[in-house]
């Protein structure tokens, strides 16, 4: 091990390094970090939208570090690229939160690295929390498998985590960066193997020897829920990683032949129960897997998208190798979430945190007289007024004109977006896709939630901004598309619908829909009537309540079976007696 002669030398090395660290719920490492790179005087930090306290820390504990915080996970590679771009120095180590390299350690690093003027990354050897070598470099993984642990002294590899790595900049530029395609896992990988390719060295210091708390970086109240999703990015990652280096027929076989192993893991944790921890891994490999199928078996499904995604990457070297005709670095695809507003202070709230992941939060409101705007705006919503309602398709469009993201997707204020809705918005904004999303609705009605009720069809909530010419319609509006026969994506995940809450509540919604629904059919030429309606009303009610299980509900269930069923029969009353009176800018 090379010793330090001064202080001096030490600060000298330091200033040439920017310390890179991305966190994610990452709260309980950050006072060991802080207390070992209190000498460092360039430190960079980005959150991936962490839920718990870490920002907090980080502020408090390293108030000189820099700090960026994603609204949303945007995954690995990403955030270091972000950091990588920001830095300044010569050199950046990138170093995760649960690896406690000193400065010590770090300054030997950037000294071997100011001698080797050929080598453009330098790893230490790594140790498990028992001092153990852990297998952190090799040759190339299609060469054969990695070993590890055996080097006497520096050493050229083809393959080394990036859990400790240290990068010269410049001489990274012409092979680039992380491709962020890689959410988490092999981003790593890809990165040394293009590295190789390219024939620039990437060199192991063995007797630098850094503490690798493997997986010890992510803390959660629910640690299984960590391990599902590791298995989940971790299986497609692997197939990517397949599809981008050996061609998307070989991504392809990978995937067929990973997901029947991933049948007979699960079934095997099923069979002899370990962990809750390692089953929920499995079953993420295994729903990882899945996803990947389901979107190649989508009608009109492109391969080399589905596989290979597109990159957010901000440096253009990263993906400067066109693979398979797909270009690895296209601009990175932006989300607005848009909410209709109108006195909705109960709800907004809950309804814009589930939505923090978007690029964009848009609020058009109808004119609130109560702490709606307040409240939408301390969320970071973009909020515009237009108080002299015309209906909600004139609302839609509206929105849209104020929209900046590439897709759109519309929200209600007594909705939220679930953890599964969530992922799969944003995989399907990462992917690119042209389609027509649509969920379905978890009902709360009158404080309960109906989990037995087997919901109502799927709506359509997510579009393509571009491709959405206007909405129309007096109630439940629909999209006029500018492309003919896009696909349709059914989201599996849902949304939580706070659907009535109270009596007059749920009296108010009944006129409102009723009327708007009969001023609706009055401009189709139907017909109404008491009985039209006592035949529509009981229908309803029968398929809701019956069919679809809403008496599993008990009353709450009752009560909304109801209403909507009122509503239907009043609606065609109204058509009747009212139907001179109907017009469709019915108020809120």
């Known amino acids: 091990m090379l010793a330090l002669d001064t202080a001096e030398e030490l600060a000298e090395l330091l200033e040439l390094v920017t310390v890179v660290s991305v966190t994610y719920n990452s709260s309980h490492c950050i006072p060991s970090m802080a207390h070992a790179l209190q000498a460092c005087p360039h430190v960079s930090f980005v959150d991936n939208a962490s839920a718990d306290e870490t920002v907090e820390v980080v502020k408090r504990l390293m108030p000189a570090a820099r700090l960026q915080v994603f609204a949303e996970n945007r995954g690995y590679g990403t955030a270091n690229n972000a950091a990588i771009a920001a830095a300044s120095t010569r050199y950046v180590l990138l170093l995760n939160p649960d690896c406690l390299a000193d400065t010590g350690q770090i300054a030997e690093m950037v000294r071997h690295a100011e001698a080797d003027s050929n080598a453009v990354m330098w790893v230490p050897q790594l140790l498990d929390g028992a001092g153990r070598e852990q297998i952190n470099y090799g040759m190339p993984r299609h060469w054969g498998r990695p070993r590890g642990g055996a080097a006497q002294g520096p050493l050229c590899v083809g393959y080394a985590c990036a859990a400790v790595m240290l990068m010269h ?39 630098i020897r850094v503490a690798h708390l493997s997986r010890g970086s992510v803390r959660g109240p629910r640690p299984w829920v960590s391990e599902y999703w590791r298995g989940w990015h971790h299986a497609q990652s692997k197939v990517r990683f397949a599809a981008k280096h050996h061609g998307v027929p070989a991504g392809i076989r990978l995937l067929d032949a990973s997901s029947r192993n991933a049948w007979l893991h699960v079934s095997a944790r099923l069979a002899v129960p370990v962990s809750l921890r390692l089953f929920g891994r499995a079953m993420g490999r295994l729903r990882g897997l899945r996803a990947l199928q389901a979107a190649l078996r989508q009608t009109g499904a492109d391969a080399n998208r589905v596989l290979l995604g597109e990159s957010d990457t901000p440096t253009a070297q990263a993906a400067s190798i066109p693979i398979a005709g797909v270009s690895a670095v296209v601009p990175y695809r932006r989300l607005t979430v848009g909410v209709l507003t109108f006195n909705e202070e109960r709800h907004i709230g809950h309804c814009l945190r589930s939505a923090a992941f978007a690029d964009e939060l848009l609020v058009i409101d109808s004119g609130s007289t109560d702490r709606t705007l307040e409240i939408a705006r301390e969320y970071g919503a973009v909020v515009h007024v237009y108080p002299d309602w015309q209906g909600f398709a004139v609302q839609r469009n509206r929105l849209l004109q104020h929209a900046t993201g590439d897709y759109v997707f519309f929200v209600d204020a007594d909705e939220e977006i679930t953890d599964r809705l969530r992922q799969e918005v944003q995989q399907t904004v990462r992917a690119g896709v042209d389609c027509i999303g649509t969920v379905r609705w978890t009902v709360i009605a009158f404080g309960k939630e109906l989990k037995w009720f087997l919901g109502q069809a799927e709506i359509e909530r997510f579009f393509p901004r571009r491709l959405v010419n206007q909405f129309v319609g007096v109630v439940h509006e629909s999209a006029q598309m500018l492309q003919k026969n896009l696909p349709r994506q059914a989201f599996s995940g849902r949304l939580r619908h706070t659907s009535r809450e109270s009596i007059r509540d749920s009296l108010n919604k009944l006129t409102q829909y009723a009327m708007l629904g009969a001023a609706k059919r009055a401009a189709m030429g139907r017909r109404g009537g008491v009985l039209r309606g006592i035949a529509s009303g009981s229908l309803v009610f029968l398929r809701l309540y019956i069919l679809r299980l809403g008496f599993l509900g008990g009353g709450p269930g009752f009560l909304f079976c109801l209403f909507i069923a009122l509503e239907s029969f009043f609606r065609y009353a109204a058509l009747y007696y009212d ?9 809120r």
């Open 169 to 207: 900049r410049e001489r990274m530029e012409p092979i680039g960066f992380f491709d962020s395609r890689f959410f988490l896992y092999y981003e790593d990988e890809d990165l040394c193997l293009r590295a190789f390719d390219a024939g620039a060295a990437v060199v192991v210091l063995p007797q």
């Open 579 to 587: 139907r001179e009176q109907l017009r469709t800018d019915v108020g």
